[in-house]
C-alpha cells in the first residue's frame, strides 16, 4: 500500500542520528518492521505517512513488508498537531530537540484558527486571557509557561537556521553548542546568516563564540573602510599601543579617574607596578584608580600597587548568573574585588554612596561578552563610573578590551581616553562606541508630531 511523504510533516519531525539509524536498520533487517507506519487517510483516499518515516525508507530500500494504521484528522493542522505531540512521546530526544518540538507545537497552535481564546474560554481549552496558549500547552507537558514561549522562539530561530545552513540547524538540535536554547534566540537577524556559517564549519563551539567572532570581523572591515578617529565623539580618544607608552604622553594631573578591568592571569601581574606609578603622575589630587580583579591573585596586586599609590577601599562587584568557580581554590565565586587607590597625598576625595556594585553577565543584546572574552557588563561599569566621576571628568582605561569603560563614559557625559595593545579590540570598542553614540543622538532627536 503506497503512502505520501508530505513536506510540511516530514519538516516538523525530529531526523534520527546516524548512529540511532544503524541501529534500527539493524533491528528492521533482524526482526522486520513490526510497528505499523500510522498514516492520516484524507478525504480524497491519499495517506500522508505522520509516523515512521525511517523505517518507510528502510522499506523501500531494503524491500521489506509493513504495516499501517490510519487516523482521520479535519485539516492538516489538526495532523500536524498530532505529530509534534507524538514527537513529544518519544524517550530518546536530547533538549534542545525536545525544546525545539515543544516550540514547534506552541507555533503551530498559535497560528490555528482553533487555538485557546485570548479573550474568552472556548472547547478547547479550559485557558483564557493573556498567554492562554501557552499555559495551554504548558499544562498539557507539565512545564512552565515562559518555557513554552522560550521553545517557541528556539523553535522560529532553528527553523530559520536550517533554511539558511541546514548543518548549522543540524549541530544545534544535535546538542554540540551547550548555550544554543538561550543565545541563539538573541542573535540579530542581521547577524544570523554569518553566524549560521561559522557554526555549520565548526568554526565555533558556542552561539557566544561565533556572535563575538562575526561582530570583531565586522568591526575590523569597518575599521578598514573608515578613518575611525574621525567618527568618534569628541570627548573619546581611543589608542593603539602599550599602555605604559600611551600614558606616558599624557600630562600630569590630566586624569579624574582610572577605572579598568586588566587580565586576570598571572602572567599579567607584573604590569600592576608600572600602571600604579603612571597613575600616581596622571591622577589629580581627587582622582581615584579603580581596578577589578581576581580573588586568587590579591595579594599580589595589593604589593604591586602598594609601591606608588595609598590604598583606599575595596568594593564588591556582584556578578548576575552563575558562580564563577575557582578551582585551585575551591570556591564558587559570586563578586569581584574592586580596588580603590589613590595618591598619597590625595586630598578632596569625594564621597562613595555604596562600596557595592551589581553587574549583569549579558550586555545589551542579551548574550554574554559579545564583542570580548573579557567585556564586563555595561550596566555594571555605568554605576562604577557615575559613582567615582562627576560629568566632565576625564577617565582612563589602559586596557579598553571591547570599550565598556568608554560605553559609559559616553552614556553619562565623562571625557575618556582608552588604549589597548591589540588592534582588533581598539577597532571593535571604536565601532561599539560609534553605535553607542548613534543610539544616544536618534534618542535625543525630537520627534514631529
Partial sequence: MEV???????????????????????SVLAEGIRDPLVVWKRADGTRILLDGHHRYELAKQHGLDYAIMEMTFE?????????????????????????LVLGRLYNQMKLAPHRPSTEKG????????????????????????????????????????????????ARVVAGELPDAKTALPKVEPELLPKVAARIARGDAQSVKEAVRAVKQEEAKQWVEKTNPETELPATIQLHTGDFRDV????PPESVDAIITDPPYLLEYIPLFEPLAEH?????????????????LHLPDYINALDKHLHYRWICAYIMDGPKASV???????????????????????????????????????????????????????IDIVQRFTE??????DPFLGSGTTGVACLHLHRRFVGCDNDPSAVAIATQRIREAHGVLLSSATPRLV
Fill in 327 to 381: 578551582a585551585v581554590s575551591r570556591v564558587a565565586a559570586a563578586w569581584k574585588p574592586l580596588l580603590v587607590y589613590v595618591r598619597r597625598d590625595a586630598r578632596d576625595l569625594r564621597f562613595i554612596p555604596s562600596d557595592v556594585f551589581y553587574g549583569a553577565n549579558k550586555t545589551e543584546d542579551g548574550l554574554e561578552k559579545v564583542y570580548h572574552h573579557w567585556q564586563q557588563s555595561e550596566q555594571g561599569f
Fill in 247 to 250: 600614558l606616558a604622553a599624557l
Fill in 4 to 26: 505520501t511523504i508530505d513536506a510540511r510533516i516530514r519538516s516538523l519531525l525530529v531526523p534520527l542520528r546516524d548512529d540511532e539509524r544503524a541501529m534500527l536498520e539493524q
Fill in 122 to 169: 472556548d472547547n478547547l481549552s479550559p485557558f483564557s486571557g493573556h498567554h492562554a496558549t501557552s499555559r495551554y500547552v504548558a499544562s498539557l507537558h507539565g512545564v512552565n509557561e515562559k518555557t513554552v514561549r522560550r521553545a517557541g522562539e528556539f523553535a522560529e530561530v532553528v527553523d530559520a537556521l536550517a533554511e539558511i545552513e541546514p548543518e548549522a540547524a
Fill in 75 to 99: 485539516t492538516e493542522d489538526d495532523a500536524a498537531f498530532w505529530v509534534l505531540q507524538n514527537q513529544l512521546a518519544r524517550r530518546n530526544l536530547t533538549d534542545e530537540q525536545r525544546t
Fill in 279 to 295: 597613575a600616581a603622575r596622571l591622577l589629580k589630587p581627587h582622582g581615584v584608580l579603580v581596578v577589578m580583579v581576581a580573588h
Fill in 391 to 396: 560629568p566632565g571628568d576625564t577617565v582612563l
